[in-house]
């Protein structure tokens, strides 16, 4: 079960900084808007409580726990400087309006 969470917590690492970097976009199109961006610090809790677990150190899963809380929080509200420079770019051309 800890290698189970560890390796969901490196993916979900890996998916949220690849969101915050711009190389994968598709989550702009997503009804759910900036859910991938805060998921790095909630997967990097998911892995802090697999090595919490596998190594038996149970003073780690109250920080971990925090740390999920904190990437749920993130996505709740949705700072804005939470958002990618590309992103906020994107969201101001789409509401330019182009006269002729």
């Known amino acids: 079960m800890a290698i189970f969470l560890i390796l969901t917590g490196l993916a979900m690492i890996g ?4 969101a915050w970097r711009g190389w994968y976009r598709s989550w702009v ?5 900036n859910v991938y961006v805060p998921l790095a610090p909630s997967g990097l809790g998911v892995m802090s409580v697999g090595v919490a677990g596998a ?4 003073w780690l899963v109250l920080p971990s726990v925090l740390l999920m809380l904190a990437g749920v929080l993130l996505y709740v509200f949705s700072p804005t400087w939470l ?11 789409r509401h ?5």
Do not use: A, C, F, M
């Open 83 to 93: 958002q990618p420079d590309w992103y906020r770019e994107l969201k101001t051309s």
């Open 55 to 58: 190594l038996g150190l149970r």
């Open 29 to 33: 199109r997503n009804p759910l808007g």
């Open 15 to 18: 998916v949220g900084i690849s």
């Open 96 to 100: 330019k309006k182009v006269v002729p």
